[in-house]
């Protein structure tokens, strides 16, 4: 399990690009792939041999980073799905981007219940009314 550094050195691993990481797991005596797809929002030490991408998805409306080291011999390929130009080298902003997004999300949907059981306690005394009439 060697690692093709050159190849692994022409890697377009930028903040902000969407990739496909594919992995190698080893499950009893098989290898499988398995795919993890996320944005990358930071790329650390260049492409010595410490170096390291950090992958963040959101998966069923949890957010989940993986740091992945770039020499690894457990990472197969790496596919780029979407390009992004980026201001920032490291996109930390995003986790309380995403938190915040989710909070409101949260909220409205709470104040269209409240809404939602206001318009039944108004709708139930004019259904009782047009009963009593009858």
């Known amino acids: 399990m060697t ?12 903040s902000g690009n969407t990739v496909k990481v594919w992995q190698k797991v ?5 290898i499988r792939l398995q795919v993890f797809e996320g944005l990358i929002i930071s790329h650390k030490h260049g492409f010595e041999p410490g170096a390291t991408f ?10 989940v980073e993986r740091i992945f080291p770039v020499f690894s011999p457990n990472i197969e390929k790496i596919e780029i799905t979407k390009r992004a130009k980026t ?18 999300k949260m909220k409205e949907a709470r104040i269209s219940k409240v809404q939602e ?10 259904e009782k009314e047009q009963q009593s009439e009858e």
């Open 3 to 14: 690692v093709n550094i050159e190849e692994r050195k022409n890697w377009d691993l930028k």
């Open 26 to 30: 080893k499950e009893k005596e098989k």
């Open 54 to 63: 950090t992958v963040r998805k959101i998966a069923e409306g949890v957010g």
């Open 87 to 104: 201001r920032r080298a490291k996109l930390y902003y995003v986790r309380e981007k995403a938190a915040k997004q989710i909070r409101k």
């Open 117 to 126: 059981e206001k318009i039944e306690e108004t709708a139930e005394p004019q």
